[in-house]
């Protein structure tokens, strides 16, 4: 099928200032994507003060701002936050 359109996954990742674990969790994910399998990335971010924000959205991800710090906050605000028909924490 030539003309399928590409699945589309969700992929939420948590951060709090960690730029350059970010960095390689992002490129690892987007070395992943081909003609048939496309992720929206969502950075639940816990309030970075590193330039973590400005890092992922450069690197094509969206950044969902999560008012409650810990881990299982930024998947909930992500995973709410999240189109794709399928969603990967």
Do not use: C, H, W
């Amino acid at each position: 099928m030539a003309n399928a359109q590409p699945r589309i996954v969700s992929v939420i990742i948590g951060t709090r200032n960690r730029p350059d674990t970010l960095r390689v969790a992002l490129a690892s994910i987007r070395a992943l994507e081909g003609p048939d399998l496309k992720f929206e990335i969502l950075v639940g971010d816990n309030g970075s003060t590193d330039g973590s924000q400005e890092l992922a959205q450069s690197l094509g991800a969206r950044i969902v701002d999560v008012p409650v710090r810990g881990y299982g906050a930024a998947i909930y605000y992500g995973s709410k936050a999240a189109r794709g028909r399928y969603i990967v924490m």
